[in-house]
């Protein structure tokens, strides 16, 4: 069972930069109190690993990118409705309701005048229906097309959402085995230097040696503090992802398996990649909706040089309307077509009509440019996972001849044949091809999402299957296992 609390005084979590720094007696102490807690807790509510596919789903509800990306899509899904407005009939009533006063003064000889309070009002409704309506039809097909733009762009948010969730958890991951290797090295140089002291006193070391290894463990501090502070930024760096809170314990999280190998993507060459990049990726999708929508913007305003019928209704009620129908009531009725012919607008129309095919003709360069880093990222994402395959094999063998080289350099330090600095120089040796594996490891998974996404392909489904993978700490080697002991003295 992994137990997941983190206690302090009074109740309140500690950060993770707070658990990385605070002394050890303290930390023990507040490690032994979380165990106590989490095995009195663990029949009612027993702790529940966070796994990568837990962090996706985090993400989800959580990540404000991807939020910002649903509400950005919601805007675009508007358009259409709004260029479908430009179709359909409008409706509008109008009503007013005065008082009026008249005064009359008649002129001349004999001239009188005369004043008249009366109440006037008008009520009226209106409907027109586009009959021919050029414009209307343009606006139309641009919603459309702008909505199509926003649903593409919103695909490719979530497919980059499954890349960063990837990221960010292999990141913290990979900052977990910086920790481990930097704290087990520094443990076999202490061990060192205590050997080469224990050696300089029986008479079979030299104040060399010593200095040597005081010079490495020094670089091991800073080393694992760096590691320190690259974990410190990576989990949080997840937590923003996933909107965890900060007292998550890292250590808790799952581990990639030692099982896991990988294996040769499907399909195997880069042509079929780049046909499938080419009709299923979502910025090309989007971008490809974009330049449909420059071209009925282009269409919109050419409109402006196309006539326009409607139908035109009216019902209406007047009352006094005028200073001549006083006391007079109407009611009108009408019903006919209305065309509206354009003539002259002060070349506005012809400027505008310029202007957006120069934005169309710029959309199709885009289009272009993006088309042209889809496929090199396709190409590059492509190489990275080939490569990572015959890396991580070489790697794993590197890790295998330098632990043999360890043993046999150290035996060979015995004996005069090597020196002390051969020793360490080994031992870097080890947790060099250790920290490059692990990163290896990383990057194929990372590439491997990355390539489906530039293709257009990636779903959560990719992100589940790779989840599996990935197993609780405690059924996992620690990168750093397998150190050998340092020279004994003779």
């Known amino acids: 069972m992994r137990v997941l609390i983190a206690t302090r005084a009074r109740g309140a979590s500690l950060s993770i930069a707070e658990r990385l720094t605070m002394p050890a007696r303290p930390r023990l102490r507040s490690i032994c109190v979380a165990v106590s807690i989490g095995v009195a807790l663990g029949a009612a509510n027993p ?25 950005e899509r919601d805007a675009g899904d508007a358009n259409v409705a709004i260029g479908r407005s430009y179709l359909l009939p409008t409706l509008s009533a109008n009503y007013a309701n005065s008082r009026n006063t008249n005064a009359t003064t008649l002129l001349g000889p004999g001239g009188s005048s005369s004043t008249t309070a009366y109440q006037a009002y008008t009520e009226q409704v209106s409907l027109r229906q586009p009959l021919l309506n050029y414009e209307g039809i343009a606006r139309y097909r641009y919603g459309k097309a702008q909505a199509l733009a926003s649903d593409a762009t919103f695909a490719d948010r979530g497919e980059d959402l499954l890349v960063r969730v990837l990221g960010a958890y292999t990141d913290t991951l990979f900052a977990l085995d910086q920790v481990a290797l930097a704290s087990a090295q520094k443990t076999t140089l202490e061990e060192q230097l205590a050997a080469n002291g224990a050696m300089f006193d029986n008479g079979q070391g030299t104040r060399v040696d010593i200095l040597e290894t005081r010079a490495k463990a020094a670089l091991a501090d800073a080393d694992l503090a760096d590691a320190r502070d690259n974990l410190d930024n990576a989990a949080h760096t997840l937590e923003t992802v996933a909107g965890l809170p900060i007292a998550l314990d890292v250590q808790g999280l799952d581990r990639l398996s030692d099982d896991y190998r990988p294996t040769m993507m499907s399909p195997g060459s880069f042509e ?23 071209r009925q913007q282009v269409e919109i305003v050419h409109a402006g040089f196309l006539p326009r019928v409607d139908l035109v209704a009216s019902v209406g009620k007047n009352q006094s309307d005028t200073a001549y129908t006083i006391g007079q009531r109407y009611l009108t009725k009408s019903i006919g077509i209305e ?96 920290r490059d594996l692990a990163r290896a490891r990383y990057q194929y998974l990372l ?44």
């Open 47 to 71: 702790a529940h690993a966070f796994g990568l596919s837990d962090a996706y789903e985090a993400a989800l509800g959580h990540d404000p990118v991807y939020a910002g990306a649903m509400k």
């Open 272 to 294: 079929q990649w780049r046909d499938i990049a080419l009709d299923s990726n979502a910025e090309l999708i989007a971008e490809r909706h974009s330049v449909e929508a420059a």
């Open 339 to 434: 065309v509206t012919i354009p003539l002259y607008s002060g070349g506005l129309v012809k400027a505008s009509s310029e202007q957006a095919s120069a934005n169309y003709e710029r959309m199709q360069f885009e289009l272009q440019d993006k088309t042209n880093k889809v496929l090199l990222d396709v190409r590059k994402q492509y190489n990275v996972c080939l490569s990572s395959l015959t890396r991580i094999d070489a790697l794993q063998r590197a890790i295998e001849s330098a632990t043999l080289l360890i043993t046999a350099t150290r035996k060979s330090a015995q004996v005069g044949v090597r020196t002390n600095l051969d020793v360490l120089t080994a031992e870097e040796q080890l947790y060099q091809s250790k």
């Open 447 to 490: 590439a491997d999402l990355q390539l489906k996404h530039a293709a257009g392909i990636l779903s959560a489904a990719d992100l589940y299957d790779m989840a599996k993978w990935f197993v609780p700490p405690e059924h996992v080697t620690s990168i750093a296992s397998g150190s050998v002991t340092a020279i004994e003295p003779r």
